[in-house]
């Protein structure tokens, strides 16, 4: 940090064993907050600049793999390394913390393919995944903290390789499913969008994807638009207990029956074009957890 700049330090040395990371940049950005947030790990460090709007964009360097990456989608790789990794974390504030200056290296390399949290995709593209790694299946294990101990979530199974018209065609269902939720909750009265932001909002500290600060998730009219890298077994029951908490809410009292079943309908509809893409992705068994009574 230059000693004639305006910046200053807010944070220092944060253990990544007590903050959680995610929060933290969802905080900062909430506040509108300018500046850098570093992360140092073992053999890799990361800054985050924040210029008080949009996707933060990513510095990666990591040592181990010889790479050093500059890009928005590094963030949600960032957020896993920092949950299984310890390590620092500061907080600089100012302008000229928020520039991000391109390294040596190249503004972005490819990662190696047996780093645990590698990039899988290109940016703004379907990403279509491998098969699950040992991230994975640590980020799927956590979510179920978010779901209380009486509807614990069925993970979605092993999947084999997806190329990118597989991957595409699951979003394309995913749309659609949100489809047909959003048409059984309007027909009830409830304000949907208001509804699918709070569960977002919710659900963001363990589904990042969610938080619409992380610019990875988009949904409008059925469809689903998604940038930079998503593995699907967290896609999928993330996405699926942000459904089924806004049915539960809306499914109460007297009408609770009458809703559930039309949400019920609703989801028949969309499984009898899509059963095989539904059921390869994992989608298929969340079903009767998101209405709340038995689909098929």
């Not at 989608?73 to 920092?82: E, G, I, K």
């Not at 609703?266 to 992705?281: D, G, Q």
């Amino acid at each position: 940090m230059k000693s004639e700049s305006k910046s200053r330090v807010v944070h220092e040395n944060l253990d990544t064993a007590f903050v959680n990371l995610w929060a933290l940049l969802r905080n900062l950005s909430q506040r509108g907050f300018i500046g850098r947030v570093r992360v140092e790990l073992k053999d890799y460090t990361a800054d985050v600049f924040m210029t008080g709007s949009n996707t933060p964009l990513v510095h990666e360097i990591d040592r181990a793999a010889g790479t050093d990456t500059l890009e928005e989608a590094a963030l949600h790789r960032l957020v896993l390394r920092v949950r299984e990794t310890p390590g620092t974390i500061s907080v600089f504030e100012g302008p000229d913390e928020a520039v991000a200056v391109q390294g040596t290296a190249a503004v972005k390399t490819e990662i190696d393919s047996a780093d645990p949290v590698a990039k899988r995709g290109d940016p703004g593209l379907h990403y279509a995944p491998d098969a699950p790694t040992e991230t994975d299946k640590v980020t799927a294990e956590e979510k179920s903290f978010a779901v209380a101990p009486s509807q614990v979530v069925e993970p979605a199974p092993a999947t084999e390789t997806m190329d990118e018209i597989e991957w595409g065609a699951v979003v394309k269902a995913s749309g659609e499913l949100i489809g047909a939720v959003e048409r059984a909750l309007t027909g009830a009265g409830a304000d949907f969008a208001a509804l699918f932001r709070a569960a977002r909002l919710e659900l963001a500290d363990d589904y990042i994807f969610l938080d619409p600060m992380s610019g990875q998730f988009t949904y409008s009219n059925s469809v689903v638009t998604l940038t930079g890298e998503i593995p699907i077994g967290p896609y999928v029951i993330g996405l699926s207990e942000a459904l089924r908490r806004m049915v539960d809410l809306v499914a109460t009292g007297d009408r609770a029956r009458r809703v559930r079943e039309r949400v019920a309908l609703e989801l028949f509809s969309v499984t009898r074009k899509r059963n095989e893409i539904l059921a390869r992705s994992g989608f298929l068994p969340q079903l009767d957890r998101i209405a709340g009574t038995k689909v098929l």
